[in-house]
């Protein structure tokens, strides 16, 4: 996601969201198979995992970006955006878990 910012001068949506649709799809067979022991064999598990990515991206980074503005109003665009990029993947970390928890894998 950094280097798709920083190096080939992607904007911030579209740097984030390439990050997410890669390590969304190891992801779920990482945590279906191992972390939460999930067995099935179901489109009904792949729809939520794919709601609950969409719908924690869409938080994380909504939220992210507009807070990382506010927190670094003195700095560029450059360091807002990387800041928002890196409180984002914090607040994903956090909603994924739960949301592939209780909602994805439950």
Do not use: D
């Not at 001068?9 to 067979?29: D, E, I, Q, R, T």
């Not at 990387?82 to 914090?90: D, I, Y």
């Amino acid at each position: 996601m950094l280097l798709c910012y920083n190096a080939f001068h992607l904007n911030y949506w579209l740097s984030s969201a390439m990050n997410y649709v890669v390590g969304s799809v190891v992801s779920y067979f990482l945590n279906k198979y191992f972390t939460f022991r999930n067995n099935e064999r179901n489109w009904k598990i792949v729809i939520r995992f794919i709601i609950n990515i969409i719908v924690c991206y869409l938080l994380a980074y909504g939220v992210a970006k507009p807070m990382a503005a506010y927190v670094l109003s003195g700095q560029s665009i450059a360091v807002q955006e990387n800041g928002a990029m890196l409180a984002g993947m914090a607040l994903f970390v956090m909603l994924n878990y739960f949301g592939q928890r209780f909602f994805a894998f439950k």
